[in-house]
Nanobody
Framework: VQLQASGGGLVQAGGSLRLSCAAS????????VGWFRQAPGKEREFVAA????????YYADSVKGRFTISRDNAKNTVNLQMNSLKPEDTAVYYC??????????????????WGQGTLVTVSS
């Protein structure tokens, strides 16, 4: 599967952005999809994931209650709605997919498919 992330930009603290991940391939529904982020000087970290049917979602504690992940298997897309953004959310955001489950604590080097990053900058 090939992934294309979009939707990043510059926003003030407290604002909102929606990231989208568009996937190619006819078997998109077989993949769990997640968002990860990497801030300057920091390791890549898990943000959120959604399982194959969309019924199960997982969030890092730092974004729980502010971010919402959703998917549309008919359109081969996964969205990450980010509300109440904080300066510490500033990072390059990556969408990723795997046929194995993605969950809080998954190591990024265990995930097989990655899109290019999209930069999110939150100003204070």
């Amino acid at each position: 599967v090939q992934l294309q992330a979009s939707g990043g930009g510059l926003v003030q603290a407290g604002g909102s952005l929606r990231l989208s991940c568009a996937a190619s391939g006819r078997t998109f529904s077989r993949y769990a999809v997640g968002w990860f982020r990497q801030a300057p000087g920091k390791e890549r970290e898990f943000v959120a994931a959604i399982m194959w049917s969309g019924r199960n979602t997982y969030y890092a504690d730092s974004v729980k209650g502010r971010f919402t992940i959703s998917r549309d298997n008919a359109k081969n897309t996964v969205n990450l709605q980010m509300n109440s953004l904080k300066p510490e959310d500033t990072a390059v955001y990556y969408c990723a997919a795997d046929t194995a489950p993605l969950n809080v604590g998954v190591a990024s080097d265990k995930v097989h498919y990655w899109g290019q990053g999209t930069l999110v900058t939150v100003s204070s």
